[in-house]
């Protein structure tokens, strides 16, 4: 069984053309994709395709106008799940500082304060916020809401992740130390992970497979297989010339 099936999706807005007049517009059509257990996909796709639209979809937070979408073979929306979003808008919460929007997910495990702090405060400091902890999101640049944004994803570690374009604003260096985590978690614990791109590089650095869209209305066009042996992030890791 697929980890995530999605059938026939399809999705319309309704939209205001040039002339102010209410129109249709298609996003999603006959769109069809199936992730498996354990498995780090990639999106890639023109801007608008309805990558961000299928993602919302799977977070529970839009749906489809006709098709079928399943996480372990039940309908999104007819239980929950155990996921965790990276937004293109981050989604902080206002009145939590910056280490409570850390740790949220954390309390919704159940884990004790100090616990939860601990494992907040190790992920703050690698996406280079630890000295923010206690500011507010409306404190913080763009830039560093999505860290916090990655921080909490990262920390809560959910069974499904789904990233829309996580690391696309970060430096260099910040990026690759997150793109390590991510895979490092991955591997240690064998999670679902979708993850939306503009890089191609990127998708090929982390991916097993990469679905390729079509200009909207969007559907997946291909997929390609890029999981070639590869050194994994622990061979890295362990390699002299990285630990020289
Ligand atoms: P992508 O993430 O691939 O760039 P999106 O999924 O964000 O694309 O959006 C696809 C298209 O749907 C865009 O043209 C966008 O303007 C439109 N769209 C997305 N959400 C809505 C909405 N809630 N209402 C109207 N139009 C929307
Ligand atoms: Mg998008």
Redesign the pocket.
């Known amino acids: 069984m697929s980890k995530i099936q999605a059938s026939k999706i399809h999705r319309q807005?309704?939209?205001n053309n040039d002339f102010g007049k209410k129109t249709k517009?298609t996003?999603l059509d006959d769109f069809n994709l199936q992730v498996r257990e354990g498995e780090f996909l990639s999106i890639l796709?023109?801007?608008?395709?309805?990558?961000?639209?299928?993602l919302?979809m799977l977070a529970g937070l839009?749906k489809q106008d006709d098709g079928q979408l399943l996480i372990d073979g039940d309908p999104v929306g007819d239980r929950s799940f155990d996921r965790g979003m990276v937004f293109?808008g981050y989604a902080l919460f206002p009145w939590r500082t910056v280490l409570e929007n850390v740790e949220i997910g954390l309390q919704i495990r159940g884990l004790e304060k100090k616990e939860r702090e601990e494992i907040a405060k190790y992920y703050l400091t690698m996406v280079g916020l630890a000295a923010f902890a206690n500011r507010y999101p409306h404190q913080l640049s763009g830039g560093m809401k999505q860290r916090v944004a990655i921080a909490r994803v990262l920390a809560y570690q959910p069974d499904i992740m789904l990233m829309?374009e996580p690391f696309a604003a970060l430096d260099a260096q910040t990026r690759e130390t997150l793109q390590l985590e991510l895979i490092r978690i991955w591997e240690a614990d064998k999670k679902t992970i979708v993850f939306?791109t503009h890089s191609i590089d990127e998708a090929i650095l982390l991916s097993d497979r990469v679905a390729v869209?079509t200009a909207?209305p969007?559907k997946v066009k291909e997929i390609i297989d890029v999981s070639l042996p590869r050194p994994r992030s622990e061979e890295i890791r362990n390699s002299s010339e990285f630990t020289q």
């Open positions: 807005f309704q939209v517009l996003v796709g023109p801007s608008g395709c309805g990558k961000s639209t299928f919302n839009d293109q829309d939306i869209m909207r969007g």
